[in-house]
C-alpha cells in the first residue's frame, strides 16, 4: 500500500504508519533516517555521499544514495563500499553489497573476490552469487564424491534429441526417495548456474535451450531459482521468454525470476496470467513489480473480468476468499481509472459494496495524483 501511495505522488501519515527499516520504499528514507536522529543531535548532510562525510549520513540515506551511484558512476559507488563496508556490522555490510547488482560487471570481480575472507557467511555467499552472475566460479569442482556441483549433476540427465537437428537435452533425473528430493533441493540451492553448466561442458544458454520443462515441475521451479539467484543476465533473460513462450504452467515458473526482471517482462507474465486465468491465483505471488500501470484492457481482453464476475456472484466460499486475495492484488496494480471500474463492476456482480477486499481499489481510485480534490 505504502508504494502504491508513494506513485501517485503522496505518503501515508506518520501516525498511521512509521517505516521502521531500510527496505521501504525511497520517498521514506528521510523518515527512517529521522527516527534514527532521535538518538542523537546531527542530521544527514544534503551533500553527495563522500569517504570522508560517510559517517554523516544515516544507514537509509546512504543506501540511496549508493544505490544512485551504482547507476550512475558504479565505479565511485563501488570504491566507496570496498572502502567503507568493512567497518560496518555484518548486516548493514550484507545490504551494501547487495546494492553491487546496480550495474554489475566486470570491474565489480576484484572486490567481490576479496569477499571470500568475509567474516559473515551471508556476504560471502552473496559475493559468490554476484560472481557467478558475472560467470566467475567461486568453488573449483573437482568432480570427487565431496563435490555438491557432481552431485547435482548425477540428478539430471544428459541426451540427445532430433533426427535432422540434433541437440543436447537435460531432464530431470527420476527420484527414487523423499530423502533424494530433499537433497536436490539443497544442491539447487547452494549451486550456482556457471558452475553446473561448466559441469556438462556446455554454456548457460545451450543448457536452458535444451532443459526440458514440464518433465518434472518441481525441478523446473529448482532451476529456475537457480537462474534467478546466480543465472547472467543473458540466462535471466533467456529463461524468462522461454517459459512465457512455453504457456500454461511453466509461464508461472516465471514468478520465481521476478526480483531480478525488467519491467516489461513482468508485465508481460501479469497480462498472461489475467489473460488465461486457469492459474488466476498465481497473481498473488508477484514479487516487485510496478504500481499504477494495469489498464481496463488488460481485464477484458481474455477471461479475468468474466471468472472475477462468477466468483464475486457465486456461492463457493473458497473462490470468493480467492476473490479477495486477487482484488487486493489487481488494486495494487490498477491505475486509478481501471480500479473505479472494477469496484462498480464488482459491486453489480454481488459484492457488497463495503467489502474490505475492495479497500484497496477504493483508496487507489481516490488517489487520481497530487491536486486531486478527492
Known amino acids: ?9 503522496f505518503v501515508l501519515h506518520p501516525m498511521d504508519w512509521m517505516p521502521s527499516d531500510q527496505n ?36 537509509a540515506a546512504r543506501r ?21 563496508a568493512s567497518g560496518e556490522p555484518a548486516e548493514v555490510r ?33 559475493a559468490g552469487r554476484l560472481l557467478a552472475r558475472l560467470g566467475e566460479h567461486v568453488r573449483p569442482s573437482d568432480g570427487g564424491p565431496d563435490d555438491p556441483v557432481a552431485e547435482l549433476a ?50 548457460e544458454a545451450e543448457f536452458i535451450g535444451g532443459w526440458q520443462f514440464g518433465a518434472d515441475n518441481k525441478a523446473d521451479i529448482l532451476i529456475a531459482r537457480m537462474v534467478a539467484a546466480s543465472g547472467s543476465e543473458a540466462a535471466l533473460t533467456q529463461m524468462a521468454d522461454t517459459l512465457i513462450a512455453e504457456g500454461g504452467k511453466p509461464a508461472l515458473f516465471v514468478l520465481h525470476l521476478m526480483p531480478r526482471l525488467d519491467s516489461r517482462r513482468k508485465r508481460v507474465l501479469i497480462r498472461l496470467i489475467l489473460k488465461e486465468t486457469t492459474y488466476l491465483g498465481m ?6 513489480i510496478d504500481v499504477d500501470w494495469l489498464e481496463w484492457d488488460d481485464l477484458t481482453n481474455g477471461q479475468a473480468l468474466a471468472a472475477l464476475r462468477s466468483a464475486a456472484g457465486g456461492k463457493d466460499d ?9 482484488l487486493e492484488t489487481i488494486g495494487f496494480l490498477a491505475t486509478a481509472t481501471t480500479a473505479a471500474k472494477l469496484i462498480d463492476d464488482m459491486v453489480a456482480a454481488g459484492v457488497p459494496p463495503a467489502a474490505p477486499s475492495l479497500g484497496l481499489l477504493r483508496l487507489n481510485a481516490s488517489l487520481a495524483g497530487p491536486g486531486s480534490n478527492t
Open 1 to 9: 500500500m505504502a508504494a502504491l501511495v508513494a506513485s501517485r505522488g
Open 154 to 203: 548425477a540428478f539430471i540427465t544428459e541426451g540427445r534429441s532430433g533426427f535432422i537437428r540434433r541437440r543436447t537435452i537435460y531432464t530431470p533425473a527420476k527420484l527414487k526417495s523423499q530423502a533424494q528430493e530433499q537433497r536436490r533441493a539443497e544442491l539447487f540451492e547452494i549451486c550456482n548456474l556457471v558452475d553446473l553448466t561448466e559441469r556438462f561442458n556446455t554454456t
Open 283 to 288: 497473481i498473488n505471488l508477484a514479487e516487485g
Open 94 to 126: 550484507l545490504a551494501l553489497v547487495e546494492l553491487m547488482r546496480f550495474g554489475l560487471s566486470a570491474e565489480d570481480v576484484p572486490f567481490l573476490k576479496s569477499l571470500s575472507a568475509d567474516r559473515s557467511g551471508k556476504v560471502r555467499e552473496l
Open 318 to 326: 473458497a473462490a470468493r476468499r480467492g476473490l479477495d486475495d486477487v
Open 64 to 84: 540511496l544514495a549508493l544505490a544512485d551511484m551504482r547507476r550512475t558512476d558504479p565505479t565511485s559507488a563501488r570504491m566507496l563500499i570496498e572502502a567503507k
Open 24 to 59: 521501504s520504499s525511497d520517498v521514506y528514507a528521510p523518515w527512517v533516517d529521522w527516527q534514527a536522529s532521535m538518538n542523537g543531535e546531527r542530521l544527514a548532510p544534503q551533500e553527495k555521499l563522500t569517504a570522508e562525510n560517510w559517517d554523516e549520513f544515516y544507514p
